[in-house]
């Protein structure tokens, strides 16, 4: 995509759980289009040009693998990062369990002064007869809009926002708020992240 020369480059590195669909929340983003065919482990690093408030800034995109095979190498892409995607899906409660329990005292380590949003990922597939019914031989169900409003709170994201890759749902408000959590970080107090400005989240109806 064409940017100005005067374009500030941002970077934003998306963690999570591997299979929550963070290689293909960026592919969408990035190309316009949900990946039909190939989808690798990690998405090459990419650079979009984003448009905010009449100022244009060129995102650089950086993906993750949510392996623990690459829990030693995943921190080396963290140094200069302005914000991070927390991602979890919405009908895999686990990953929601392990934003708290290893993704966020992950980057507490390494990049502690870094701000960071909660994704609520898959929301296409919360009406879905086949993925409910996996769920519910778990005897577990998808995880509802005010359970990440809650956790977001909880951790201390800037916000949270919901968003389907596949059907582009929410996906531009993603990254529209992770410029403005760059750019307002006076706002985002370490114990007050979370406004009201800031709670976007996209249901399917």
Request: proline fraction near 6%; aromatic fraction near 8%.
């Amino acid at each position: 995509m064409a940017h100005g020369p005067g374009a500030l480059m941002l970077k934003c590195v998306v963690v999570g759980d591997g299979a929550v669909g963070k290689t293909c929340l960026l592919m969408s983003y990035a190309n316009d289009a949900f990946p039909e065919e190939y989808v690798p482990t990690v998405f090459d690093h990419y650079a979009v040009s984003v448009t905010v408030g009449g100022k244009q800034y060129l995102l650089g995109l950086y993906d993750t693998a949510g392996q623990e095979d690459y829990d030693r190498l995943r921190p080396l892409s963290y140094p200069m990062t302005d914000v991070f995607l927390i991602c979890f899906s919405v009908v895999n409660p686990a990953s929601f369990q392990n934003v708290k329990e290893e993704w966020v005292p992950e980057l507490k380590e390494y990049a502690p002064n870094v701000p960071f949003l909660l994704i609520g990922t898959q929301i296409d597939l919360r009406d879905d007869p086949k993925t409910l019914a996996r769920l519910n031989d778990m005897k577990e169900k998808p995880v509802c809009v005010e359970q990440g409003q809650k956790l977001a709170k909880e951790i201390g994201a800037c916000c949270y926002v919901e968003c389907s890759a596949l059907t582009q749902k929410g996906l531009k408000t993603v990254f529209d708020e992770a410029i403005i959590a760059i750019l307002t970080p006076k706002k985002h107090a370490v114990k007050k992240r979370i406004g009201s400005r800031c709670i976007n989240c996209c249901l399917i109806t």
